[in-house]
Antibody, heavy 123, light 111 residues
Framework: QLQLQESGSGLVKPSQTLSLTCAVS??????????WSWIRQPPGKGLEWIGY???????YYNPSLKSRVTISVDRSKNQFSLKLSSVTAADTAVYYC???????????????WGQGTMVTVSS | QSALTQPASVSGSPGQSITISCTGT?????????VSWYQQHPGKAPKLMIY???KRPSGVSNRFSGSKSGNTASLTISGLQAEDEADYYC???????????FGTGTKVTVL
């Protein structure tokens, strides 16, 4: 059964770059038909989609974050990564990685999630 | 692209039915049959409950059902149980420029 696991720095200083990785196990990120997303949730608030990447490397980002976000894939390590630059306290959140099929059944629904990792932006 | 609008809270007694609304626009909910619903317990990752508006993944109780009318999608929980107490989020496809838009979230309380 496919599983996702986030990892990365839990504390980032303001103006620096947040870096997270999502390791995929039990399946290959290179198999087609899925997008691989990053989603975040500030403490006590709702979910916000950050962006996704296809196995091909094509990316789509939330327009509100697009100027600061880079998502990349490392097929050799079966993982994908998030970089968010120029962070502020507003970027403090639990960050999730998730998978969504691109075609029916289940198109554009996040069917598998990582457990999430808390990132705090503070000096 | 603005977040989809959900009521902040909905409550019901055990055994009752409740409905959570998710209001979007003709650019998202109204244009695509691609609304999904997620259940999130405190400290846990969200769990997919409904996809493509009304379909249940394997293992999800048939007490959960989804529907759509115009720009508003709805999640109904029938036979409310204590374990249903959680936050619920809708999410809609909104076109290639913004593939995923989440709702504001609804806290369900079982009285």
């Amino acid at each position: 059964q496919l599983q996702l696991q986030e990892s990365g720095s839990g504390l980032v200083k303001p103006s620096q770059t947040l870096s997270l990785t999502c390791a995929v196990s039990g399946g290959s990120i290179s198999s087609g038909g899925y997008s691989w997303s990053w989603i975040r949730q500030p403490p006590g608030k709702g979910l916000e989609w950050i962006g996704y990447i296809y196995h091909s490397g094509s990316t789509y980002y939330n327009p509100s974050l697009k100027s600061r976000v880079t998502i990349s894939v490392d097929r050799s390590k079966n993982q994908f990564s998030l970089k968010l630059s120029s962070v502020t306290a507003a970027d403090t959140a639990v960050y999730y990685c998730a998978r969504a099929p691109m075609v029916s059944p289940g198109a554009y629904a996040f069917d598998i999630w990582g457990q999430g990792t808390m990132v705090t932006v503070s000096s | 692209q603005s977040a989809l609008t959900q009521p902040a809270s909905v409550s019901g007694s055990p055994g009752q039915s409740i409905t959570i609304s998710c209001t979007g626009t003709s650019s998202d909910v109204g244009s695509y049959n691609l609304v999904s619903w997620y259940q999130q317990h405190p400290g846990k990752a969200p769990k997919l409950m409904i996809y493509e508006g009304s379909k249940r993944p394997s293992g999800v109780s048939n007490r959960f059902s989804g529907s759509k009318s115009g720009n508003t999608a709805s999640l109904t929980i029938s036979g409310l149980q204590a374990e249903d107490e959680a936050d619920y989020y809708c999410c809609s496809y909104a076109g290639s420029s913004t593939p995923h838009v989440f709702g504001t979230g609804t806290k369900v309380t079982v009285l």
